[in-house]
């Protein structure tokens, strides 16, 4: 079973359009994060959600918004997408505390053209 | 502020060579914990370790070892005798109580070459 999962894995969109990317984790962790990566590879967070309720939102532009229905879930809604946001997102999740490691998902490949 | 420096962009060496892959962190907290994972070229990231700023004792895991020390700030990793399928960008994080992510270096890129 996959501990983090995100659907889907490639997604192709034109400038302007909305786009959703899912993140589910069943390991029973508190806390699930967004983090992307850019064309040079530097991963950075956009938002952390424990228990349902946003604790980080680094400064994204509200075009950006995440939902998460349960703990188990984290989606990612994005609106009128630009060219600037074609990048990789990966979903993440540990438990409440830091001591121990995220868990990744297998990253989203997200190309705005 | 909370930084993680890896001054090594783009490392290439032949196999069976040994590698050593620089961080350098920067953080007032007193409670943190480090971590390194591997990037292979199909893009998931793969843990490797995790150290909390209270336990300076070096670790061995195969043919991987990580330095960790406070007086410089560093957490270094090495690979022993290299091999083509440790070929992954490398990324060292930092992570801290209190603040629910992590902070990532920019990542090293080792090439292993046959």
């Known amino acids: 079973d996959t501990a983090v999962s995100q659907t889907p894995k490639y997604l192709v969109t034109q400038m302007g359009n909305d786009k959703s990317i899912k993140c589910e984790q069943n390991?029973?962790?508190?806390?699930m994060y967004w983090y992307k990566q850019d064309s040079k590879k530097f991963l950075k967070i956009m938002f952390s959600?424990?228990?349902?309720?946003?604790?980080i939102n680094e400064t994204v532009p509200n075009r950006f918004s995440p939902k998460s229905p349960d703990k188990a879930h984290l989606n990612l809604h994005i609106n009128s997408l630009e060219l600037g946001d074609s990048a990789v997102y990966f979903c993440?999740?540990?438990?409440?505390?830091?001591?121990?490691?995220?868990?990744f998902g297998q990253g989203t490949r997200l190309t705005v053209v | 502020a909370q930084k993680v420096t890896q001054a090594q962009t783009e490392i290439s060496v032949v196999e069976k060579e040994d590698v050593t892959l620089d961080c350098v962190y920067e953080?007032?907290?007193?409670?943190?914990?480090l971590f390194w994972y591997k990037q292979p070229p199909s893009g998931e990231l793969v843990f490797l370790i995790r150290?909390?700023?209270?336990?300076?004792q070096n670790e061995i895991s195969g043919r991987y070892s990580w330095n960790f020390q406070k007086s410089t700030s560093s957490f270094n990793f090495t690979i022993t005798a290299s091999q083509v399928v440790d070929s992954a960008v490398y990324f060292c994080?930092?992570?801290?109580?209190?603040?629910?992510?992590?902070?990532f270096g920019q990542g090293t890129r080792l090439t292993i070459n046959p």
């Open positions: 994080a930092l992570g801290f109580q209190g603040a629910q992510k992590l902070v």
């Open positions: 959600y424990n228990n349902k309720e946003l604790i």
């Open positions: 390991l029973g962790h508190d806390t």
């Open positions: 150290r909390n700023s209270f336990d300076e």
């Open positions: 953080t007032r907290d007193t409670t943190y914990y």
């Open positions: 993440a999740s540990t438990p409440q505390v830091m001591n121990t490691e995220a868990f």
